[in-house]
């Protein structure tokens, strides 16, 4: 191999490793399309990647904890050195974290044939470390406005650990309610998380245009009351709750999150993809939270579209918004959409709208199956083919990271 070549193979090597986003998106975007082709062949071709699980479980599984999983490590993992001013993980420890996210990801595909003890202990290890090294930073460097979300990471470790419980038990009641809880505490993620950088990348946006950032607003009660909502709704979810209660609770937080979301005035800044996919992202959170509510409340076929306007729709749309965003502005590149790339955006939305209307029984199963899947694949293969090159590649302003 030459020398120019070799320096440059070694330069994007390093540069992988540098900061925690570059690797972990990369996999959730993978892992966004191999995890979804996995449940197909489960649910199709009978492939025996669950064992003694249940498909829907291990498909559920493999997107909360696995796809979710590395977009939340990438993004909170870089994000709290911006909040702490400590160098973000990289190198060895960085290869070593991944690795764990890795092993566990192909200990469930390999779960018919390993010890249930074994698969939990590689799988549940991932959080576990993510929440250690966090905690650590964040306490070390007395940021303590991010704990809570160290407690929300550490919360997640725990749910998988009693959803490997459920299943080596074959206790299906509280594998169910792991499921839905672990889905409340990714939507108590996106709410905070999204609820600091949705409105400050809209008045930033809006400063550079020379328009009054004061339309976007934002109320105290209305803060508090979409956290705390869906802080109390993960809680009920996961301990099997009366419908009576999870639909108050849903109800509360829906409303209460549309209106932060209305505030924000997202049409504002319709002209810049960057920002409007974020505000689109955040949208499915209510929609999924009334969906929710209407469900336990009325017991209506609506009780399970709540889910995917919660997953396809509010995670994925928000993990692609976010990440088109943070791999930009991570690497000292301009905050303009590469060429084609808001193609992944229509993709994904339509993925989760298809998949939704499925779920209400509006289209044919089947049918609104393949076809949000196939949207879906798309998508995240938009992004993979557009953003690979930005991942690998050293910062294009020299800055290490």
């Known amino acids: 191999m030459p020398t120019d070549t070799l320096i440059e193979t070694r330069r994007r090597e390093s540069a992988l490793w540098a900061c925690p986003f570059r690797p972990f998106f990369l996999a959730a975007a993978g892992y966004a399309i191999l995890a979804l082709a996995g449940w197909l062949g489960l649910l199709l071709l009978g492939w025996p990647l669950a064992g003694d699980h249940p498909p829907m479980q291990w498909h559920s599984h493999e997107m909360l904890f696995g796809m979710a999983g590395a977009a939340i490590a990438g993004f909170l993992l870089t994000a709290m050195c911006n909040w702490t001013g400590a160098q973000p993980l990289s190198g060895r420890g960085l290869q070593a974290l991944f690795g764990l996210w890795l092993a566990g990801r192909i200990a469930l595909w390999l779960s018919a044939v390993l010890p249930h003890a074994l698969v939990a202990a590689i799988d549940v290890g991932f959080f576990v470390a993510v929440a250690v090294y966090a905690g650590r930073v964040i306490v070390g460097t007395a940021n303590y406005r991010n704990l809570p979300l160290v407690a929300v990471v550490s919360a997640l470790a725990l749910a998988n650990l009693l959803f490997h419980a459920g299943w080596w038990t074959q206790q299906p009641e509280l594998v169910r309610r792991v499921e839905l809880g672990t889905v409340g505490l990714i939507v108590l993620l996106m709410v905070i998380i999204g609820g600091r950088i949705t409105p400050a990348f809209t008045r930033n946006w809006l400063l550079r245009r020379e328009i009054r950032p ?63 996919i974020l505000h689109a992202g955040y949208a499915w959170i209510p929609l999924g939270l009334i969906l929710m509510a209407f469900g336990y409340g009325t017991g209506s076929p609506a009780s399970t579209a709540w889910m995917h306007a919660l997953g396809p729709g509010a995670m994925g749309v928000l993990i692609i918004g976010v990440m088109t965003r943070v791999a930009l502005g991570h690497t000292g590149r301009a905050l303009e959409l590469p060429k084609g790339a808001v193609a992944a955006y229509a993709l994904i939305l339509a993925a989760a709208t298809v998949r939704l209307v499925t779920a209400l029984d509006w289209l044919p199963w089947r049918a609104g199956v393949m076809t949000s899947t196939a949207a879906w694949f798309a998508a995240f293969a938009v992004f993979l083919w557009l953003y690979l090159p930005i991942l690998v590649r050293p910062r294009a302003d020299g800055r290490p990271g």
Request: charged share 10%.
């Open 214 to 276: 004061e339309v976007v607003r934002s109320w105290p009660l209305v803060e508090t009351a979409s956290v705390t909502s869906v802080a109390l709704l993960a809680l009920a979810l996961m301990a099997g709750a009366p419908a009576a209660v999870l639909a108050l609770l849903a109800g509360v937080a829906g409303l209460a999150n549309a209106v932060r979301v209305i505030g924000w005035r997202g049409w504002q800044a319709r002209s810049d993809a960057l920002v409007w």
